[in-house]
């Protein structure tokens, strides 16, 4: 009896240690510094990441200097140091009279000047800032919009989801309603509706997250559908948790990996959606930077004459939608079990 003890104490540790070991491996291929970890191997997810990260950074450090630069310098004419570096001239303050370098070339042209390394607008302010500062409106505007469709389809998909029955008809129903509107058509009319004649980026944002509401939805729900039924689901019900417990910390959070990929891919489509409605006279309003509303200047008269003022924020939006799409899909593979390494 003595001996049998003696080895069951001396395999005892034996089955902890393979037991502890199994839970580390099994920890350690979940969580987000797993995910992070399959996204770092991925070379084209890694250089997707760099490029949001650069457009995130730059996005965050002009909204925390215009900002500065409104309290402090007022106008760019007031801060001495532009006269040395006028790159640097407020995006929306236009030159003093006489002293305006209107369509002047990029600094790689002949005509140009490293003062303005991407060249001018037709009113003489500095191309570069402008396209800086857009970074600000555009990803603001794709992370705002992404949010609104995000929030309002988890509410609604999680609802219909796990309750079923007439609540899943009524509000799948409704939701499909709005999702048979062609999203452009829809957008415009509440743009025009909500502004009274004056559109406003702030409307061309929450249009925009109003129609994506629909697409959240019906994921969320289709991942709700099956998690409702997980044994932990029933053991919650049977303990007596209230509905709206069970669905926020359960249901949602075991829900929630297809959405997060998804609105990832999504910030990419929004950036280009508010930049057509700029480009069409429905979104941001001049002076402000938008990329959009760039375009829509340069398309016309100075399409031919001065071509670079297309191509620079042409560009910046073509490099900020590849990188979120590359990082989206990099995620989406790292987060699908199906994948294998």
């Known amino acids: ?196 004649g004056s559109p406003d980026i702030r409307f061309a944002v929450v249009g925009v997250g109003l129609t994506f509401i629909p697409v959240f939805a019906r994921i969320i729900r289709s991942r709700v559908l099956s998690v409702r039924e997980m044994d932990y689901i029933e053991a919650a019900r049977a303990a007596g948790v209230k509905d709206r417990n069970i669905i926020r910390r359960h249901v949602i959070p075991n829900s929630f990996a297809p959405v997060m990929v998804y609105a990832t891919l999504q910030i990419g489509v929004t950036i280009l959606i508010v930049a057509g409605l700029s480009f069409l006279g429905y979104g941001a309003q001049p002076p402000t930077p938008d990329w959009g509303e760039m375009l829509r200047i340069a398309h016309g008269r100075y399409m031919h004459s001065n071509i670079w003022l297309s191509i620079w924020p042409g560009l910046a939006i073509l490099v900020t939608i590849m990188g979120f799409n590359l990082f989206g899909d990099g995620l989406q593979d790292a987060l699908d079990p199906r994948i294998k390494e």
């Open 1 to 196: 009896m003595a001996t049998t003890e003696s080895q069951l104490e001396d395999q005892e540790p034996g089955r902890q240690t393979e037991s502890g070991t199994a839970d580390e491996e099994i920890e350690a291929r979940v969580g987000w510094r797993y995910t992070l970890a399959k996204v770092k191997r991925d070379t084209t997810a890694r250089f997707g990441f760099y490029i949001v990260a650069a457009v995130l950074f730059i996005a965050t450090f002009v909204a925390i200097d215009s900002n500065l630069s409104r309290l402090t310098f007022g106008t760019i004419s007031d801060y001495t140091a532009a006269q040395t570096l006028p790159i640097f001239d407020h995006p929306t303050a236009l030159p003093e009279s006489g002293e305006a370098q209107r369509n002047v070339p990029p600094a790689f042209v002949d005509g140009g000047t490293l003062s303005h390394p991407l060249g001018t607008d037709p009113q003489g302010r500095d191309y570069f800032t402008r396209i800086i500062y857009g970074s600000q409106v555009s990803v603001s505007v794709g992370i705002f919009s992404t949010a609104i469709g995000l929030i309002g389809g988890t509410i609604i998909g999680s609802i219909a989801g796990y309750y079923g029955g007439r609540t899943d008809d009524v509000l799948m129903r409704a939701v499909e309603t709005l999702y048979a509107i062609p999203p452009l058509v829809l957008i415009i009319v509440f743009i025009v509706f909500i502004s009274d």
